[in-house]
């Protein structure tokens, strides 16, 4: 009979979620940041799970009005979304431990990701969402009527809707880098768990202020797949903030209509 070797891998079977500021309680078997870039990425998920949540419902509001009073209350998390996405790839592109992650051409293109989400989603003092936010979504200035709609009109449903799903299609594309780390605290006293690279969930023995042991290893799923459902959910809600011949994500599943453009295309 040949000796085993080796350790032995087990399937992760719990059913993990990000922590959530809104729960009432945050789960042992929650995923939590370890890193940076992972901080700024569970910022984005808050972000979205907001608007997920403002988007839900969407579909029974009967009037441009509602529709616009909708697209007014969602700016706020959109803005915070933006902060979020710009912070990260600020981060991805500067920050003092990513210097050694990337190579070359990998530097090139999170440069140029963060130039062009900087160009179709500015945050200045001249970006119609920030302006949205700052004198109309977050609270109301002192402001007569008209002086208010002139600054709302600043950025129509599709215009809003276009800077949404350039923070989806940024997302997804930063996702694709392997530079986020998780934690979760459902381990024994003396031991912590950690995922550096997918979908390896390492839990580790700290003994007598010596260097981590290793203990044991699961396959888990990636903390991603809940930001990729998340933006699936907001895309599928956020249809009706376009225009028929505006460019915008139609999930492949979805039945789209002839004149549904992907967003890599910008036309506004």
């Not at 710009?86 to 992650?101: A, F, P, V």
């Not at 700052?134 to 002192?142: G, M, N």
């Not at 600054?151 to 299609?169: M, P, R, S, T, W």
């Amino acid at each position: 009979m040949n000796e085993s070797k080796g350790i032995p891998v087990y399937l992760d079977q719990t059913k993990r979620k990000f922590a959530d500021l809104a729960a009432k309680k945050i789960d042992v078997t929650d995923w939590h940041p370890s890193n940076t870039p992972a901080q700024n990425l569970w910022r984005c998920f808050e972000a979205l799970q907001d608007i997920k949540n403002l988007l839900q419902g969407s579909s029974i509001l009967s009037s441009e009005d509602e529709y616009r009073r909708r697209v007014k209350i969602l700016i706020t998390s959109l803005y915070s979304l933006c902060l979020a996405i710009r912070d990260l790839l600020n981060y991805l592109n500067s920050g003092t431990e990513m210097k050694s992650r990337f190579n070359e051409k990998e530097k090139a293109e999170i440069n140029k990701l963060l130039s062009e989400f900087s160009r179709v989603v500015p945050l200045d003092k001249t970006s119609a969402i920030r302006g949205i936010r700052d004198q109309l979504s977050a609270h109301i200035d002192k402001l007569m009527p008209y002086e208010a709609q002139s600054i709302f009109d600043k950025a129509q449903n599709h215009e809003v809707g276009a800077c949404l799903h350039q923070c989806i299609i940024t997302l997804n594309q930063v996702l694709t880098l392997d530079v986020f780390g998780w934690t979760t605290d459902d381990c024994p006293e003396g031991y912590f768990r950690l995922m550096a690279i997918e979908p390896w969930l390492v839990t580790w023995k700290l003994e007598n202020g010596e260097p981590p042991i290793f203990a044991g290893v699961h396959i888990a799923d990636s903390p991603k797949k809940l930001i990729r459902e998340a933006c699936e959910q907001i895309i599928r809600n956020s249809q009706w903030m376009f225009r028929p011949e505006d460019s915008r994500i139609v999930l492949l599943q979805e039945k789209a209509t002839e004149t549904s453009k992907p967003l890599q295309q910008h036309n506004h």
